[in-house]
């Protein structure tokens, strides 16, 4: 065996000096990371934010941090070897004795009582209690020691808060709900136990949809999706069923609260009763159908009611006109004329029936113009100042002139309301007299018409715009008129954008008045003059042909004596489609057919097939006593005039002299 020599003995004796040196240190670095471990454990339980409390079997404190020690008031020195069971209020010493045995028996326990300071203080604690058995020793009690007091606190007053919130809301006439986004009820106030018989329990979670009428409960829930979406108000009327099982309207409204994130937290609404609110207005509904119902029924008998009157009116007009056309005596000639203006009267109160549907019907449209209110003033002094002087009156016109007073109007509008207004001033003053202004007022220029008539009553003055409203016509006196006059008036201001109003005392006289918008004053001022007629009305039908479509045997005989007079010659025909058997009258001059006949075919069917038969546009007239609103805007777009029975003979031989709009 070989021996080593001394110089290796030697290196490897150092080398194990080296390794053992090495060793040493690395101990020694242990040693110090072990220490500092163990400070950090000892500063990490000593300064740890709950205390920790060691206890024997008996209740005896072995070992407390000083986070402990702090929670109770005592140093930690005396601490040690002191029983537990002083430091809980006597309140609680029951409780903390059945927790700490049952701590002993199953190992891990958590309670919450009242401690006691070392200075008598108290605060709040919750006690984590934890069995530590021992091989062959008793057992030990760890316990974790939180102080609760501020949770306690806030605890407490969240209660005291939701007593006052339930306490406030059970005293409110609605009903009262808090509802999670997901739609999961939480709250319901007394009032909704007390109406829908639902308990509590039985309105959490989704019961909230239970009392809703079936009806309505999918639109109250998607309602509720969009709100909740859309982060809006949540505002619903519907039904909601009553304990006895009669459903009652209610107006459902919630807002939304959010957390500080944005989020939304919960919804708190309301609920409120609006059954009687709906009553109302179904009543009020009923009501206004009720109103339309007589105000169509009213338009119908007028309709009806002039149609049945125009008939004999017209044929007597044309016997008239016949008569005036031959050869009478002096007393002749004036027995007819006091006939003439006997019928004339009647027609101009049937004229205005048909002024009232005419507007109903939309198809009277106001064509605007530039106007100067002065050239008003010339003609309302031509047209009014004699009839005045006749009656006694005094007229007086009183326009601006320091001013221009330039409005763009419908002028024929604007003269017949005026023309009724001023006519009624006449005929209701018998003493004193009559002033006319028109005076600027900002940018619009205010119209009156003034009288120191009989006045009228306040009683009185809210109707006097309704339909066939006199107030001092009792008797219906036709000479009076039929009480439209100033409903036409309103409604002709209405189209020219304005209102017209009336201030009267009785027996001191009337105003009435309203505005119209002024123009520029930069604009050249363009006179308005009344348009020419083109010549005379009068229509020359001697040898010519005319053929005449008329169901009613009197307007068909007056018709018929009056062109035969003139010297034209006549063809008559009962209805549409016996006139169109005889293909000799597609050359007659000249074509006047009543609306309404007695076969399928109308008179402006009658009109229409005449016309594909000729390559020029014919010449005819239709005529009818129809004035419904609902026929007066159907036949608004015919090519061929329209006139309405009584028939004037100078419109009507106007309306055959001029070509159809269209062929």
């Not at 979406?229 to 409204?253: K, P, Q």
């Not at 009792?474 to 201030?503: F, K, V, Y």
């Not at 009962?574 to 005889?582: F, I, K, S």
Request: net charge negative; hydrophobic share 35%; glycine share 6%.
């Amino acid at each position: 065996m070989n021996k080593k020599s001394a110089d290796e003995l030697l290196h490897e004796l150092q080398s194990c000096q080296i390794e053992l040196k090495m060793q040493k240190e690395q101990l020694r670095q242990s040693q110090l990371q072990l220490e500092k471990s163990r400070d950090r454990y000892v500063d990490f339980y000593d300064f740890a934010p709950v205390g920790y409390l060691t206890l024997d079997h008996q209740g005896t404190i072995t070992e407390a941090n000083l986070t402990g020690a702090a929670l109770l008031g005592v140093e930690r020195g005396k601490l040690l070897r002191s029983r537990f069971a002083p430091f809980i209020a006597s309140a609680d010493c029951d409780r903390w004795h059945h927790h700490f045995l049952s701590v002993l028996k199953n190992s891990k326990q958590s309670c919450e009582c009242m401690l006691q300071r070392g200075d008598g203080s108290h605060f709040n604690a919750k006690l984590d209690s934890l069995c530590l058995k021992k091989d062959g020793g008793d057992a030990m009690v760890r316990i974790v020691l939180t102080d609760i007091t501020e949770s306690v606190r806030a605890k407490d007053e969240l209660r005291e808060s939701e007593q006052q919130f339930h306490t406030l809301t059970d005293a409110m006439p609605q009903m009262v709900w808090i509802t999670k986004p997901s739609g999961w009820n939480i709250y319901f106030n007394q009032q909704w136990v007390d109406y829908t018989g639902l308990t509590l329990n039985e309105s959490y979670g989704h019961g909230w949809i239970k009392p809703f009428h079936p009806d309505d409960r999918q639109r109250a829930w998607d309602a509720w999706q969009h709100a909740t979406l859309t982060d809006s108000i949540y505002s619903l009327e519907c039904r909601l069923r009553r304990a006895d099982g009669v459903y009652g309207w209610w107006l459902v409204r919630g807002v939304s609260r959010h957390d500080e994130n944005g989020e939304i937290i919960n919804w708190f609404g309301t609920c409120t009763d609006i059954t009687e609110q709906k009553k109302t207005e179904e009543q009020l509904l009923n009501s206004l159908r009720q109103l339309g119902e007589k105000e169509r029924a009213k338009t119908r008998f007028l309709a009806a009611a002039g149609h049945d009157l125009r008939q004999p009116v017209a044929a007597a007009g044309l016997f008239i006109y016949a008569l005036q056309h031959t050869q009478p005596t002096p007393q002749q000639s004036e027995l007819i004329e006091k006939l003439s203006q006997s019928m004339t009267a009647f027609s101009d109160l049937l004229t205005q029936l048909l002024d009232i549907s005419k507007f109903d019907a939309g198809v009277i449209k106001p064509k605007l113009a530039p106007l100067n209110l002065n050239e008003l003033c010339d003609w309302l002094e031509q047209t009014f100042a004699q009839t005045a002087l006749e009656h006694r009156l005094k007229f007086h016109l009183y326009f601006s002139t320091s001013r221009l007073l330039l409005v763009r109007t419908d002028i024929g509008l604007l003269r017949s309301v005026l023309m009724n207004l001023v006519s009624n001033a006449i005929k209701f003053t018998s003493r004193g007299g009559i002033l006319i202004s028109a005076r600027p007022r900002g940018d619009r220029v205010l119209v009156q018409v003034w009288d120191t008539g009989i006045g009228i009553s306040q009683t009185h003055l809210p109707l006097v715009f309704d339909e066939f409203y006199q107030v001092a016509n009792p008797q219906r006196n036709r000479e009076a008129g039929l009480g439209l006059g100033l409903s036409i008036c309103q409604r002709a201001m209405s189209l020219l954008g304005s209102e017209i109003t009336c201030h009267s005392r009785s027996g001191h006289g009337s105003v009435f008045e309203f505005s119209l918008p002024l123009m520029g004053e930069q604009r050249e001022i363009e006179r308005q003059q009344n348009p020419s007629t083109g010549g005379t009305s009068e229509i020359s039908v001697r040898g010519k042909r005319i053929v005449v479509l008329e169901d009613d045997e009197l307007v068909a005989a007056g018709m018929i004596s009056l062109f035969e007079g003139l010297g034209a010659e006549v063809r008559h025909f009962y209805n549409a489609e016996d006139a169109l058997q005889h293909d000799d009258i597609v050359d007659a001059d000249y074509f006047i057919v009543d609306y309404a006949l007695g076969g399928e075919l109308t008179g402006i069917g009658f009109l229409e097939s005449m016309q594909r038969r000729q390559l020029t546009p014919i010449r005819a007239v239709v005529i009818t006593g129809e004035t419904s609103s609902q026929f007066i805007s159907s036949v608004a777009n015919s090519p061929w005039p329209l006139l309405h029975k009584p028939i004037d003979f100078q419109k009507l031989a106007q309306a055959l002299r001029s070509p159809p709009d269209r062929p």
